[in-house]
């Protein structure tokens, strides 16, 4: 058996749903080439397949994270350095991104606590977040009070901006004592879902001062100005540079403490001016410049558009049609917008935009390089269209896109940004914003989750969940909510607070649907009452 079909042979037999359909067979070459390490799995279309199941790669990333060593600085590595060596696990010098980095880790932490139950992933970043709100914040007296720093100096256990006179005072790093408010926008977020999860008021009222501020210093945006500068002085309040297309966090923000009551009249001003810019401006002339942390200035914002504001963006709209009339057109525009501009052939290794049938991308302008995470982004948003519009080409498309992120971690969780060794390794690419979009992968399309039962998504923050044989078990932050699950076998009952939930393909009231899979079911559950779900099976 050549070494190709021996592989795929043993894939297909883990991967349940890679056994139905063209997807199963694969080439018989003679020798198999490999795509960072791993024995490359193509089908008989000569399509990529994933080296491992996308729950093994998601699991593979949490364990890789732990285990990064303790610092002499008293911090693991990827709490106090942006990049690392991949050999000694030590921290490499480039200004640290921790506000960004901590708000993609909570949102990918609580998103596999309630599919596998791993309380350690929720300790892991809590500390990440404790940190910054005892050693990032700006003093109280100053113009921009209260809030984190987007940014910090390699290996600074205080968050304080990083210093960019390397570059001569370019803009990388931002520059000492400046933040980047779409940042406080994004970690705000993170801390009042960390609110949902555990009733620490400390991050409620981070949360909110997050948006006190930001509500406090809204401005009339135009072409070349935001709601918000992407760089601010934080002290005196002076725009270092003015343009940031990634006004959906701050509105995230916003849109979150309006469901809890903890907004206030100048916030719902604040979220208001900014949609009207965003659908003003960016969503119409495509500038979504100005969201990576160490990124030079630019005098035209157009100069440098990034994936990840669009995207971003389009997900919102998917998870919040209600917000946005035109988002059947506005969703499918962001993602022709970054397949258009960043899913292109560049120059380097690696550097097709067309990879064994996955479209493959790129993170901006300034850095074309194809990476993993920008690419498993763009793929979960394909995952999630398909979800609620029924594109099979966008589910294809999503496949063979996340196919080819998989192979950039390793078998001991070390992941690699992507083929071009140049660009190193990065927590950011490598762990935040990598885990997180395949398991939103897994929830648009279960088929994809790994069998067993598993808490896919829920619309509420998911406090406590425990698995057994017989019963599973989760106590959900809000009253009412929408989950999606996959099951080892159909429910034999399902109670909220003890009420039992019917089951019902349409009722004005609590119930649930449920349709089989290969290897289980897939139940979508809509609660209206307080207290924790439970689901039994039968013998």
């Known amino acids: 058996m050549h070494l190709r079909v021996?592989?795929?042979?043993?894939?297909?037999?883990?991967?349940?749903?890679?056994?139905?359909?063209k997807s199963r067979q694969t080439s018989s070459h003679a020798s198999a080439p490999k795509l960072h390490g791993h024995a490359l799995v193509l089908d008989e279309q000569q399509k990529i397949l994933p080296w491992a199941p996308y729950e093994k790669v998601v699991a593979l990333g949490w364990k890789g994270l732990a285990r990064f060593p303790v610092q002499p600085n008293g911090l693991p590595t990827w709490q106090a350095y942006s990049r690392f060596t991949p050999d000694t696990l030590g921290g490499v010098q480039w200004p640290n991104n921790p506000a960004g980095l901590s708000a993609m880790l909570v949102d990918s932490a609580l998103q596999h606590y309630a599919y596998s139950g791993d309380r350690r992933v929720l300790d892991l970043v809590r500390k990440s977040l404790d940190h910054i709100l005892e050693h990032g914040r700006t003093p109280d007296d100053w113009a921009w009070g209260r809030v984190p720093f987007a940014s910090a100096d390699p290996g600074s256990t205080t968050y304080g901006g990083a210093d960019d006179g390397f570059c001569d005072h370019c803009g990388r790093g931002d520059g000492p004592g400046v933040i980047e408010p779409d940042k406080i926008g994004e970690i705000g977020y993170a801390f009042v879902r960390f609110f949902e999860l555990t009733d620490d008021v400390r991050y409620r009222d981070a949360a909110v001062a997050c948006a006190e501020e930001l509500a406090t210093h809204v401005r009339d945006g135009d072409p070349l100005h935001s709601p918000w500068p992407f760089r601010v002085y934080g002290k005196d309040d002076v725009t270092r540079d003015p343009y940031s297309g990634h006004v959906i966090a701050p509105i995230m923000l916003f849109d979150e403490l309006r469901r809890l009551e903890l907004h206030s009249p100048a916030m719902l001003r604040a979220r208001d001016n900014a949609w009207s810019w965003m659908m003003t401006y960016p969503m119409e002339n495509g500038v979504w410049g100005g969201y990576f942390e160490d990124i030079p200035i630019y005098d035209d914002p157009s100069d440098n558009p990034?994936?990840?504001?669009?995207l971003q963006t389009a997900r919102y709209l998917l998870d919040h049609p209600e917000l946005d009339p035109a988002w059947r057109t506005h969703v499918p525009k962001l993602i022709a917008f970054v397949k258009d501009t960043f899913g292109v052939d560049v120059d380097g290794p690696g550097g097709k935009g067309m990879q064994y049938g996955a479209e493959v991308m790129s993170e901006q302008m300034a850095d074309m390089a194809k990476m993993a995470s920008h690419t498993a982004r763009y793929a979960s948003i394909l995952a999630r269209w398909y979800e609620v519009t029924g594109d099979l080409d966008a589910k294809e498309r999503a496949f063979r896109s996340f196919n080819w992120a998989t192979y950039w971690c390793t078998s001991t969780g070390i992941v690699k940004v992507g083929p071009d060794d140049g660009e190193g390794w990065w927590f950011s690419d490598g762990y935040g914003d990598f885990m997180r979009h395949f398991?939103?992968?897994?929830?648009?399309?279960?088929?994809?989750?790994?069998?067993?039962?598993?808490?896919?998504?829920?619309?509420?923050?998911?406090?406590?969940?425990?698995?057994?044989a017989a019963t599973l078990r989760y106590s959900p932050f809000d009253v009412l909510g929408d989950d999606v699950l996959r099951l080892a076998r159909p429910p034999q009952s399902i109670t909220v607070g003890?009420?039992?939930?019917?089951?019902?393909?349409?009722?004005?009231?609590?119930?649930?649907?449920s349709r089989s899979i290969h290897g289980g079911v897939v139940v979508k559950l809509h609660r209206q009452g307080a207290g924790a779900v439970s689901i039994t099976f039968g013998h």
């Open 439 to 468: 398991s939103l992968g897994m929830s648009a399309v279960p088929e994809w989750a790994g069998e067993g039962n598993h808490l896919l998504r829920s619309t509420s923050v998911v406090r406590e969940v425990t698995f057994d």
């Open 6 to 21: 021996a592989v795929a042979a043993v894939l297909v037999a883990a991967i349940p749903w890679l056994r139905c359909g």
């Open 306 to 310: 990034n994936q990840y504001a669009p």
């Open 498 to 513: 003890g009420v039992v939930v019917p089951e019902a393909e349409a009722s004005s009231g609590a119930s649930f649907t």
